[in-house]
């Protein structure tokens, strides 16, 4: 158990549909971050929160948005989903703002989008 | 940014053997090098990293080296075992923004 909870595991909708994915990161970490993995990709990089900021943002469609809440836990809103979003979301969490350590992964959100 | 490479896509390997996953990155700056293990319906978990002043590191049965000249670093796994079937990734980063290679499934074979 990595001690990042992320909700819902599994999500089914519609394209044009919005749906929220949760995050929790380990106790103590200021650090959230989300990637997306795609059937046979690997770990794509979509942003980054520290202590409630955006630090840093990778491939993050402008349909996607992400914010970190003052109690720490991360949202990822994507809209207007396409069948393409279908993916494995993960939340990772870590101590510090930079410079490089180790990523705690939560076990994922899986969205299929119909 | 970053962009890494990762071979083979899949790797097959009779238990007790050993396995070898390369990976190469194209920044030069970059400096840390992890490499993750995701099991089935789990989140990838850190195994090993080896950081740029670093040429080798070793933990049990796995083990890294670093070529910073070639811009390439390896993954060996030796004596595996049935528990060692899963997908790796390897990243490098240079700050905290880690690129990851696109994966290896290892299947160790009984």
């Known amino acids: 158990d990595s001690g990042v909870t992320q909700t819902p595991k599994h999500l089914i909708t519609a394209t044009g549909q919005r749906v929220t994915l949760r995050c929790s990161p380990r106790?103590?970490?200021?650090?959230v971050y989300w990637y997306q993995q795609s059937l046979d990709q690997g770990l794509q990089f979509l942003i980054q929160?520290?202590?409630?900021?955006?630090?840093a943002k990778g491939n993050i469609l402008e349909r996607f948005s992400a914010q970190q809440f003052p109690d720490l836990h991360s949202e990822l809103n994507l809209s207007s989903l396409e069948l393409g979003d279908s993916a494995l979301y993960f939340c990772?969490?870590?101590?510090?703002?930079?410079?490089?350590?180790?990523?705690?992964f939560g076990e994922g959100s899986r969205l299929t989008v119909l | 940014g970053e962009n890494v490479e990762q071979h083979p896509s899949t790797l097959s390997v009779q238990e007790g053997d050993s396995a070898v996953i390369k990976c190469t990155y194209s920044?030069?700056?970059?400096?840390?090098f992890p490499w993750y293990k995701q099991e089935l319906g789990k989140g990838p978990q850190l195994i090993i990293d080896?950081?740029?002043?670093?040429g080798e590191k070793k933990d049990q049965r796995i083990a890294v080296t670093l070529n910073k000249t070639a811009k390439h670093f390896s993954l060996h796994i030796t004596e595996t075992q049935p528990e060692d079937s899963a997908v790796y990734f390897c990243?490098?980063?240079?700050?905290?923004?880690?690129?990851f290679g696109a994966g290896t499934t290892v299947t160790v074979r009984a």
């Open positions: 990243a490098a980063t240079w700050d905290y923004k880690l690129s």
């Open positions: 920044d030069s700056a970059s400096n840390y």
């Open positions: 080896i950081r740029s002043n670093v």
């Open positions: 990772a969490s870590s101590v510090a703002l930079t410079g490089p350590g180790e990523l705690f």
């Open positions: 106790s103590g970490d200021l650090s």
């Open positions: 929160y520290y202590n409630g900021e955006e630090r």
